[in-house]
């Protein structure tokens, strides 16, 4: 089973503030990072799926990076807001076409 | 709007009981998945399938079987629910990008 790691398991940010988390995966046999934001009572919903080392990308306040040669991605997340309250998932794709899942990052932003 | 959907929310069954979980995808996707999720284990995969009749077995499939007679199905069975099976279980579809779909999930309580 490979190991796909996330840090922190749970953070507690002040609305307003910047933040970020780590996903640590296996740096051989890379093909993609998944990143997805879950909900609560929701499905996981992707946000990006990354492919080539030192892709970044964006979608609004939520921007990620990706290291394939040291096997890490982070999520940053700009000027949180409550909505921003979610469980972040990473998924590492070897390339089989399965995703192996990190445990979370489980985000509450404080009002 | 893409959509995956599952079955039941929520789902009470005894011990012993044969349990079908059941997955449609409206996508033409033919890679799908069934996960569970608990707790500090994040999601782990239990089968997956990439084709109809076709199946494999993810990390976990101890205890389930699948079936995937049409496409757009793919079915979770628990031949014998057992109280170790009380978890949330997600079904996923996944397109030429990897992009994974999810289903709302089922909360099964095994009693």
Not at chain 1, 13 to 41: I, K
Not at chain 1, 43 to 54: D, I, K, R, Y
Not at chain 2, 29 to 35: A, G, I, L, P, S
């Amino acid at each position: 089973i490979l190991n796909v790691e996330q840090s922190p398991q749970s953070l507690h940010v002040q609305e307003g503030d910047s933040t970020n988390f780590t996903c640590s995966f296996p740096s051989s046999n890379f093909y993609a990072l998944h990143w997805y934001r879950w909900e609560t009572a929701k499905s996981p919903e992707a946000l990006f799926v990354m492919t080539l080392n030192g892709d970044e990308k964006k979608k609004g306040r939520i921007s990620a990076t990706l290291n394939t040669k040291e096997g890490y991605s982070y999520l940053y997340i700009k000027g949180s807001q409550p909505e921003d309250s979610a469980t972040y998932l990473c998924a590492f794709l070897k390339g089989n076409e399965k995703l192996t899942f990190g445990t979370g990052t489980r985000l509450t932003i404080i009002p | 709007d893409v959509k995956v959907t599952q079955s039941s929310r929520y789902l009470v069954k005894r011990t012993g009981e044969k349990v079908f979980l059941e997955c449609v995808q409206d996508m033409d996707h033919e890679n799908m998945f069934w996960y569970r999720q608990d707790p500090g284990l994040g999601l782990r995969l239990i089968y997956f399938s990439y084709d109809v009749k076709m199946k494999e077995k993810g990390d976990i499939p101890e205890g389930y079987s699948v079936s995937r007679e049409k496409k757009e199905r793919f079915s979770l069975i628990l031949e014998s629910a057992s109280t170790n099976q009380t978890s949330m279980y997600l079904c996923a579809s996944i397109s030429s990008t990897y992009e994974q779909f999810f289903g709302p999930g089922t909360r099964l309580t095994v009693l």
